[in-house]
């Protein structure tokens, strides 16, 4: 998308609002445009809904499980107590799958996996046992 007079001021702010989020990619105008088609389908169209929803992009080789690992990581904060669990195998693209896949959309785009936040998500698949 590039910055051209016949783009609205709320197109300009996401083209903006994605430089800044993903300063690591190197975004052509033809990359920005087709980058935001993935958004647009999934009805991020706004700066603000791109903010709010966007999670997470990784290259890694199984984006899921890398994905599932940063929320209960960073996100629940339970690092340190899944370390400490002695033998303990989690099957994280599992959990993507019976989970997380539900609250969360996902789309492959230039080598990467980006995850966004569903615009309906009530957290229903986050529980906690204990």
């Not at 052509?28 to 647009?40: A, K």
């Not at 991020?44 to 499980?65: G, H, M, V």
């Not at 959309?105 to 986050?126: A, I, L």
Request: hydrophobic share 35%; aromatic share 18%; with cysteine.
């Amino acid at each position: 998308m590039p910055t051209t007079s016949n783009q609205t001021q709320e197109e300009q702010a996401l083209a903006t609002a994605i430089r800044e989020r993903l300063d690591d990619c190197d975004w052509t105008d033809y990359g920005l445009e087709h980058f935001t088609y993935e958004l647009n389908a999934l009805g991020i169209t706004t700066s603000t809904a791109f903010e709010e929803r966007f999670r997470y992009a990784t290259a890694d080789y199984r984006p899921f499980k890398d994905f599932v690992m940063y929320l209960v990581w960073e996100l629940f904060g339970w690092a340190d107590d899944l370390a400490e669990l002695e033998g303990l195998v989690v099957d994280w693209e599992a959990s993507w799958e019976q989970n997380y896949s539900r609250d969360y959309s996902s789309f492959r785009f230039d080598g990467k996996q980006y995850f966004c936040k569903n615009s309906t998500v009530s957290n229903s698949s986050v529980r906690f046992f204990g």
